[in-house]
């Protein structure tokens, strides 16, 4: 029997107080990029998303719409389920924190680090921002308001529980500067230097004024601050601590994250699961956000763009294309319409597109045997492709794949096949239609339907990375419908 290797890749989890935007929605479909490489590499690959409902902006949202809390949440979870199937987010487990499974799994790790005495009761007085449901000072702020939210933080004064979170500051930086934990350097640069320059202070980890929460398993009178739950949906997905699958896939291989939240999982969580005696995640690589035409989005802006509702306008391989090609995964990105029909137009209708049209029409004409020998593969060089997506550079790793795209459209015209026949038309038409299987792999984890459509036309099933070798011709193609539509 084969054993194939694991790999664990999760998302954050999603608050629900409004539907998803686009961030969220890039965030989905660069996991699901890295999900599908890995698969096709031949990994064992689980990938979880979800979630995150029980902090207190969810409560406010709902008592401002005037919807009750339970209901409001299972509305907007429901959106975010919907965005994931629109988007076509091949995702193994959909968690969300007010499930029962969850629930326990974060009331066992407080009492564990409770237990190992690594919790004791104090007092805090501080500031807390909803908007980021975390404590701040006032060094955080820029002219009183957090710089996240543009919200002046709330004062709170009250008895909560502490984690001993400064006791775990040399196993942090040990993870961060010998074991790698953060990707890219900018972002480890970033927790470093923080980590230099302040005191590691323990963490408050309850809150005794809130309604809306899990309760802290000894004591009722307080919840278990947001953070500290909404961190442990990746252990409790997988059934922490008994089921096969925790044992199968812990620790996770990556937690994708925006760069908003790297101290939280950077230097909390792996506090948190070494007091509970876990190993740490092996890699958390923080990507950057979507802006639109320039502006960050957000609610008060006006600029929130709801993703299913992108999908009805522009099919869901046209926005992950779009949003996987011009945001790098490391740094901002910008969206605007104008540039994604100018894409949609471009390398999707008149490179891949065209050539899928121009090939099956070729050989809807041969009514001959197809056969020839290897000369387009030379043009691909999978080795290059493989290493930009090791470095996550998802956006050169399309390009790649588009330079090889535009290759075949190059030999067909340097060919001109509607010129040939009899062994040098099979030859040709050999090469293209080898070269188009072996695309529809290459672009599968990017726009799964639109590879799935090609192997159709072929005649085709969907191989592996194994299967990137010119053999054989087995398809039958028949020409279908065209890719892409042209958008005006
Ligand atoms: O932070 N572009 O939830 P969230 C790209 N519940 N990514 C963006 C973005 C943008 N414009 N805006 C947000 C939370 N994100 C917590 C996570 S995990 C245990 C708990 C990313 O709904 C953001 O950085 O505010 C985060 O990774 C994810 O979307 C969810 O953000």
């Not at 199968?248 to 070494?274: C, E, Q, R, S």
């Not at 050989?363 to 056969?371: C, L, P, Q, T, V």
């Not at 030859?427 to 984890?445: D, F, G, K, W």
Request: hydrophobic share 35%; glycine share 6%; charged share 30%.
């Amino acid at each position: 029997m084969i054993i194939l290797k694991k790999f664990y890749i999760t998302t954050a989890i999603d608050y629900v107080n409004a539907k998803p935007h686009l961030g969220h929605a890039y965030e989905k479909i660069c996991a699901d990029i890295i999900a599908r490489w890995k698969r096709l590499e031949g990994f064992d690959v689980f990938f979880l998303t979800g979630t995150d409902e029980n902090a207190q902006k969810n409560k406010q949202a709902a008592e401002k719409a005037g919807i009750p809390v339970r209901k409001f949440v299972d509305q907007n979870a429901n959106f975010f389920i919907e965005m994931c199937k629109v988007l076509n987010i091949s995702y193994d487990e959909f968690i969300r924190t007010t499930e029962e499974r969850h629930i326990k799994v974060s009331q066992q790790i407080f009492q564990k680090i409770f237990d190992k005495g690594d919790i004791y009761k104090g007092k805090y007085e501080g500031l807390y921002c909803t908007g980021c449901e975390a404590f701040k000072t006032e060094k955080d702020l820029v002219n009183g308001r957090c710089p996240e939210h543009k919200e002046k933080p709330k004062f709170i004064s009250e008895e909560s529980y502490f984690f001993k979170l400064s006791k775990y500051k040399a196993y942090i930086l040990d993870l961060i500067k010998n074991k790698g934990l953060i990707f890219p350097k900018s972002k480890e640069n970033e927790i470093l230097q923080r980590l230099n320059e302040e005191e590691l202070k323990d963490l408050c980890v309850s809150r005794n004024s809130l309604e809306w929460g899990i309760n802290v398993p000894f004591d009722k009178t307080h919840t278990i601050y947001v953070w500290m739950d909404a961190l442990v949906n990746y252990i409790s997905a997988i059934g922490y601590t008994n089921d096969p699958k925790f044992k199968k896939y812990w620790p996770a291989d990556m937690h994708i994250i925006g760069k908003g939240i790297n101290w939280f999982h950077t230097v909390i969580w792996p506090a948190i699961l070494k007091s509970a005696d876990i190993e740490p995640p092996k890699l958390v690589p923080i990507h950057g956000y979507i802006t639109i035409n320039g502006k960050k989005i957000s609610k008060s802006l006006g600029n929130v763009i709801d993703p299913v509702e992108l999908v009805k306008k522009y099919p869901a391989d046209t926005i992950r294309y779009y949003l996987a090609k011009v945001v790098p995964y490391i740094d901002d990105g910008d969206f605007s319409e104008k540039s994604l029909k100018e894409r949609i137009n471009g390398e999707l209708v008149s490179d891949l597109g065209n050539l899928v049209n121009r090939v099956l029409t070729l050989s809807d004409k041969f009514s001959g045997k197809i056969e020839g020998t290897p000369e387009l593969d030379k043009k691909l060089d999978f080795q290059k492709i493989q290493k930009k997506m090791d470095k996550l550079e998802l956006h050169h790793a399309l390009e790649e794949i588009w330079q090889f795209v535009r290759e075949c459209n190059k030999y067909v015209n340097e060919k001109e096949p509607w010129k040939l026949e009899g062994k040098e038309l099979s030859h040709v038409l050999y090469n293209l239609l080898e070269a188009l299987r072996v695309t529809s792999i290459l672009i599968h984890p990017f726009i799964p339907t639109t590879s799935e459509k090609i192997n159709q036309q072929l005649g085709t099933k969907l191989g592996t990375f194994k299967d990137l070798k010119f053999k054989e011709f087995k398809g039958k193609p028949k020409k279908g419908e065209l890719l892409f539509e042209k958008v005006q």
